[in-house]
């Protein structure tokens, strides 16, 4: 058995959780920085690494307490390692290097992306089978990626500007809801009607990539009140005949359609058994709805707790290259552009 203390602070949650055999969760701790950061709109970087900074110690012992367990029962501390908030990332990599230092344990760096695809390996299911397709859409992330094994990816497309799950905030603030915008445009979007305009799809023809800002341009013309009307930092003024819900709703499908086209055409293409659907946007229902309907092939994706960011998908992933031998040194750096392909596939075990 192997048991696994993770922690985990690329971006705007502090977390830390305690994982057996890369399955099990025995405790997940996530302290969310939300409400910090909802008074910009947005994450401030410097606020977040200064957050992480105060409440890395206390999330971490209050994973270990629930767990019941001291550092004598851990077999390694894993870390996310990149990519992510150069800044965020340090606190949590040199916090797990004197965890690491101090009891006498293996370090293990973890990519954050390949963490959003191991949440679905905490799930009771069959395991995946391969090859399949990852849908990785999240706040800094939207990538597709060929998964033909554990460890071993090939990126087959990727955002081209915003992140979907950044649209999604940016829209979000453009139509004055709260932050972040995801969760709050979904339920905006239920009340609306999905035709009421006729966004562009974000998706550039023939490849596997994305581009989203063209759409979010796109809602801002049609929302914004008098022609050449300027707009200080995305904060714009409203039409006011503007239904916000058929906004939302509109710009929901657009980002959705893209999403599923370019995700069944990718699963067409390298004759995937399964599509995997992660990161904070694979919360969406109407997403996972869309993409279970057009994918061709079944889909999973993570419970509602593990699609946003979290420890516990850290500790998943850092198994699998644990048993495969994968030990970083405490000179280990963070690595803030990290592109899931450029990982080494763990070694057989
Ligand atoms: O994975 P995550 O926690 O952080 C990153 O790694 O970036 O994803 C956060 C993103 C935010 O942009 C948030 O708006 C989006 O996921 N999100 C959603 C939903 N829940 C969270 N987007 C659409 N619909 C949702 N229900
Ligand atoms: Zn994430």
Redesign the pocket.
């Known amino acids: 058995m192997t048991r696994i203390l993770a922690i985990e602070t ?4 502090t977390a830390a959780a305690v994982i057996e055999d890369g399955r099990r969760i025995v405790a997940s701790v996530v302290a969310s920085q939300i409400d910090l950061h909802a008074q910009y709109g947005g994450v401030f970087p410097e606020m977040a690494s200064r957050a992480h900074l105060e409440a890395i110690g206390a999330v971490t012992q209050r994973a270990l307490d629930k767990a019941g367990l001291d550092y004598t029962k851990l077999d390694a501390i894993a870390v996310t390692r990149g990519p ?1 908030l150069p800044g965020s990332l340090l606190v949590g990599v040199n916090f797990a290097k004197g965890l690491a230092m101090g009891a006498g344990l293996p370090l293990i760096g973890v990519n ?1 992306l390949e963490g ?1 695809i191991y949440a679905l390996w905490l799930m009771d299911a069959p395991p995946v089978r391969f090859p399949a397709v990852a849908l990785i ?5 939207t990538s597709l990626v060929l998964m033909t094994g554990h460890g071993a990816y090939r990126q087959l497309g990727a955002t081209l500007d915003d ?4 649209a ?2 940016k829209v ?1 603030r453009v139509l004055s809801l709260p932050y ?4 709050n ?2 339920k905006a979007a239920q009340a609306g009607r999905a035709d009421a305009y006729d966004f562009p799809l974000a998706k550039p023809d023939g490849t596997f990539d994305f581009s989203f800002s063209g759409l979010k341009t796109a809602v801002i013309r049609a929302v914004k009140a008098g022609p050449g009307h300027h707009v200080p930092r995305g904060d714009v003024e409203l039409r006011s005949d503007i239904h916000v819900p058929d906004v939302a709703a509109s710009f ?1 499908k657009a980002v959705i359609d893209a999403l599923v086209i370019k995700t069944a055409a990718a699963a067409r293409a390298y004759k995937a058994h399964e599509v995997l659907l992660v ?3 694979s ?3 109407a ?1 996972r709805q869309a993409m279970e309907t057009r994918a061709g092939v079944p889909v999973r994706y993570p419970p509602l707790k593990l ?3 979290n420890a516990a998908m850290i500790g998943a992933a850092a198994h699998f290259r644990f048993i495969a031998g994968q030990r970083d040194g405490l000179d280990m750096d963070v690595l803030p552009m990290w592109p899931i392909d450029a990982l080494p596939a763990p070694a057989r075990p």
Do not use: K, R
């Open positions: 690329s971006c705007d949650e992510g954050h959003h859409v999240s706040g800094g992330h992140a979907a799950g950044e999604f905030d979000g972040p915008g995801g969760p445009i979904e929901q990161g904070g946007v919360a969406n229902q997403l699609c946003t960011d």
